[in-house]
């Protein structure tokens, strides 16, 4: 399956690159349209852009900032979440498309079970409620039944989990997801779970709290954190992956 990663690196190379070269296409045409017009909205842009365009290679606060404000994942304590998808309470997390739902499980708690052995999916059509298992990661003795976080009938799976489960653990909001289903109403359940910076101010106390249990004084754990989880600190995790989406109304959003 290494063609997989490989594809899909070779993906996010050409996109940002293509990103790059619009951006140097799109600067003279700018500036042509602000001369010929006399718009000072246009001039105004260009002026932008060209200051970004001195600003990156010369600031490195600059480029702190412009990477974080275009990364497509939020990182913390060396664990990732993606920023558009929406959390359950219970570690899995749903991003809406066009017709239909992709849903996976969130780095942390593919983190504290370790790199995956099994991935039991669900059956194409079956019937799923929100708060109810979905599919089953597993490894060694540390099984979790991950939870829908929104109704609806499954409608594909992503079946290279069944030969290469890891793939999980590496790109879990890409590559990585699980399940499809086709939602029953994808708007009411996802006002009952967390999403952009309410989701973000959530994780990183999850984050904090499994550290502490499993590594207490340690600054990141990155994906071993299944490493520092002895037996008593695994069954004082566990009870994090069974919560209900009801659970979210308890976030203090002030925290946000």
């Given at each position: ?7 899909s690196i070779f993906r996010d190379v050409a ?76 570690h899995s997390w749903v991003r809406r498309g ?151 109304d308890a976030v203090d959003h002030t925290a946000?």
């Amino acid at each position: 399956m290494e063609h997989i990663i490989n594809r899909s690196i070779f993906r996010d190379v050409a996109t940002q690159s293509g990103l790059c070269v619009l951006l140097l296409a799109a600067l003279p045409i700018l500036a042509v349209l602000g001369f010929a017009l006399r718009g000072a909205v246009l001039l105004v842009v260009v002026a932008g852009l060209l200051l970004c365009a001195l600003a990156y290679p010369i600031s490195a606060r600059f480029r702190e900032w412009f990477k974080t404000k275009t990364e497509v994942e939020f990182h913390h304590r060396g664990l990732r979440l993606a920023r558009d998808v929406f959390l359950h309470p219970g570690h899995s997390w749903v991003r809406r498309g066009q017709r239909s739902v992709t849903i996976g499980a969130d780095d942390l708690l593919l983190s504290a079970v370790g790199p995956l052995e099994t991935v039991d999916l669900p059956v194409r059509g079956t019937n799923v409620r929100s708060d109810h298992p979905l599919f089953r990661v597993r490894r060694g003795d540390r099984v979790v039944d991950v939870l829908s976080p929104v109704s609806g009938r499954v409608c594909e799976c992503n079946e290279v989990l069944r030969v290469y489960p890891e793939l999980m653990n590496e790109r879990p909001f890409t590559e990585g997801w699980a399940v499809r289903l086709d939602p029953d109403d994808a708007g009411r359940d996802c006002r009952r779970l967390l999403n952009a910076r309410w989701a973000r101010a959530w994780f990183r106390r999850e984050v904090d709290r499994a550290i502490e249990t499993a590594a207490p004084g340690e600054d990141r754990v990155d994906a071993d954190l299944h490493r520092r989880l002895d037996g008593a600190a695994w069954d004082r995790l566990a009870p994090m992956f069974s919560r209900q989406s009801s659970e979210a109304d308890a976030v203090d959003h002030t925290a946000a």
